[in-house]
């Protein structure tokens, strides 16, 4: 898509990718955020009880005005101390999932427009401006972040909604995994904060190889990889065992008689869509979000992926060959990110954007997939 003089000539927008665990932020135009920082709000009402001020997540609230009374003071945050700009006649991109839930983009918008008065917001579905980081319009979207791994197939540049699979396999069940067999070897269940927890996985963990998690689940004698000591708090120093950071992944493909692991959901998701589009979508896999940049997970994927197809439950339905990962130019979790900034600095947020007038008529969104809502809505 061309650039323009008259988007060249204004102030960049500014580009927001709100996860449940981090927060990417920066300019349009630019190759990767300016910042990327936790989720996260001061739990004030935790104040009053303690003399500290601990952190609480973004995203959990009792009630709508819980969320954007938290919302508000993020961004807050994110105009003021990272950014370092006014929002003040400012267009904003923001990149968020068609699965976000509609009381979160609608407060988000209520903040921004009402209480930091931006001239206008851009919505961007991250599962289709991934794809304008490779150039391509079709794509098999994986989107493995905190809470869960959302996949959602795009063929043709539409976004095939119908077909989207999602299941809480994902950073969370990690470090909930992680947390508890800590604890059940001695670990002081206090020394283990998330910070702690989310560090020991990106430093000492992996994802094993399908074979040895065969005979780990079947319980059969093997080596683990080397035990590391895990420094804490000067003094203190956790062991992690070999078998644990081996292992600590295998929540994400789970053999239960429900079927639903990583391998299970994807290919359930190719399975939803017409035939024709099957083939493309298996050899044009992207994998995005920060779980997924963890060694190994790529390659136990593809295995996982080729030995289901010859498996009773798929078989004699999907007639696939082979599975193809495409390597996006960005780091996978911040490659939302990317696409947002190379929308955002196009002539789209011009023609595509709310504008706070007509935001201000009926204060109503259009949704991703209403068009006819979306034509009739003000555009700026």
Partial sequence: MPLFDTVLQEKPAIVLEMGHAFTKLGFAGEPHPRSIIPSEVLDHKAKSASQTTPNKKLFDYASESELYDQLVEFLKTIFFKYVLVS???????????????????????????????VSSIFYVPTHLVILATLAVDTALVVDIGYKEAAIVPVYSGVQAVFAWEAQPL???????????????????????????????????????????AGK?????????CP????????????????????????????????????????????????????????????????????????????????ALLQSDQYRDK????????????????????LGGSIYG????????SIAREAYS?????????????TRSHGRV
């Avoid at 003040?88 to 209480?115: D, G, M, W, Y």
């Avoid at 800590?182 to 430093?203: F, M």
């Avoid at 689940?217 to 080596?223: D, H, L, M, P, T």
């Avoid at 083939?279 to 390659?299: D, R």
Wanted: some cysteine; hydrophobic content about 40%.
């Fill in 361 to 373: 008529k009926n204060q109503q969104l259009p949704d991703f997939t209403n068009y006819d809502e």
């Fill in 87 to 117: 929002p003040k006649e400012r267009k904003v991109v923001i990149v968020e999932s068609v699965l976000c839930p509609t009381q979160v983009r609608e407060n988000l918008a209520k903040a921004l427009f009402c209480h930091f008065d």
């Fill in 227 to 306: 035990d590391v000591d895990y420094p804490i708090k000067g003094d203190e120093v956790i062991k992690i065992s070999g078998m644990l950071r081996e292992t600590a992944y295998e929540v994400l493909f789970p053999e239960d008689n429900d079927h639903l692991n990583l391998a299970n959901i994807i290919l359930n998701s190719i399975l939803n869509c017409p035939k024709d589009m099957r083939k493309s979508l298996a050899e044009n896999i992207v994998l995005v979000g920060g779980t997924t940049m963890v060694l190994g997970l790529a390659s136990r994927l593809k295995a996982e992926l080729t």
């Fill in 318 to 337: 999907l007639f696939l060959k082979t599975f193809k990962f495409h390597s996006p130019p960005a780091k996978a979790n911040f490659t939302a990110w």
């Fill in 345 to 352: 600095a196009t002539d789209l947020v011009l023609s595509k």
């Fill in 216 to 224: 780990w689940r079947a319980e059969e004698k093997f080596q683990p």
């Fill in 170 to 212: 994902a950073a969370e069940a990690v470090h909930e995994h992680i947390k508890g067999e800590l604890i059940l070897n001695g670990v002081e269940e206090h020394l283990l904060t998330d910070y702690v927890i989310e560090d020991i996985k990106v430093r000492t963990c992996f994802v094993t190889t399908k074979e040895r």
